[in-house]
């Protein structure tokens, strides 16, 4: 079993190369693979840039030459979910593209010939709790540091399973975030790739795990919000999700 584990973002996937023991590098495509073990599971590290041709490209890069069986991408999102706050963890239970629309010859939304808006993701049986576990008040100063904890407010993580979309744009406007709430209703956050990579997972058939950090509320505050917490816990994020991933 080889996991190939990804983020569309240096701070997201930097701390999790350092737990990479025995690496080996390879370049591909722009890319530096990181090969070795993690918690004795063997993994394929990757940084795959943002947005979803770079996602799709990486997915299939690890799926093709790294021969990984299943695709873990952690990092950060924007709240679409009014009882979702900065912070809470987003375990994707499927992925939709917000900007697929291919009208009148398709629904919207709608991939065409696979003829699906959704895409289901896998979920490890004992994820959802294990991550709650680690993720409690307890653990947070720990995970984040207590100036961290403080500044975004972080005492009480939510851990869920929802649907995520994603598409090539930061959304930070109340009219892109309002046609997603009204059309696509059932969604919790909204980002870049993983709608990406769980097609190219659901063409391969290989399961993928998504978990996305809300970082913003995807509102005319996203980019003040998203940077400090990209830079500052989005990295000791992953690594905790991925610990708690690999450890299961
Ligand atoms: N910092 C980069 C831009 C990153 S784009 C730059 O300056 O060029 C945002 C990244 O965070 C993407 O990988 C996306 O998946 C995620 N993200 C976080 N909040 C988002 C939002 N409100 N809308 C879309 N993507 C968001």
Excluded at 90 to 103: G, I, N
Excluded at 115 to 126: C, E, I
Excluded at 168 to 180: A, L, M, T, Y
Excluded at 213 to 239: L, M
Aim: some cysteine.
């Amino acid at each position: 079993m080889i996991y190939g584990i990804m983020a569309a973002m240096p701070e997201e996937i930097e701390g999790v190369v350092k737990l990479v023991e025995n690496p080996e590098v390879k370049f591909i495509g722009g890319r530096e693979y990181t090969i070795g073990t993690i918690h004795d599971k063997n993994v394929v590290v990757v940084f795959s840039r943002w947005g979803k041709v770079a996602a799709a490209s990486t997915v299939t890069t690890l799926i093709d030459v790294f021969h990984v069986n299943q695709i873990v991408f952690t990092g950060i999102a924007g709240g679409i979910h009014h009882d979702l706050k900065v912070g809470d963890i987003v375990v994707a239970s499927s992925c939709v593209f917000h900007d697929m629309d291919t009208r009148p010859l398709n629904d919207r939304y709608v991939v065409p010939l696979i003829n699906k808006k959704y895409f289901d993701v896998h979920v490890g049986a004992r994820l959802l709790e294990n991550l709650q576990g680690m993720f409690t008040s307890n653990n947070i100063v720990s995970i984040v540091g207590q100036e961290w904890v403080e500044q975004f407010k972080l005492n009480e993580v939510m851990v869920v399973n929802r649907a995520i979309a994603s598409g090539d744009q930061f959304v930070n406007s109340h009219e892109v975030r309002n046609d997603i709430i009204n059309n696509l209703s059932d969604v919790a956050c909204v980002e870049m790739e993983g709608a990406a990579v769980a097609q190219i997972c659901f063409e391969h058939d290989i399961p993928c795990t998504i978990v996305r950090t809300i970082s913003d509320s995807a509102d005319h505050s996203a980019s003040i919000d998203f940077e400090p917490f990209a830079k500052y816990v989005a990295s000791n994020y992953s690594i905790a999700i991925v610990s708690t991933l690999l450890s299961d």
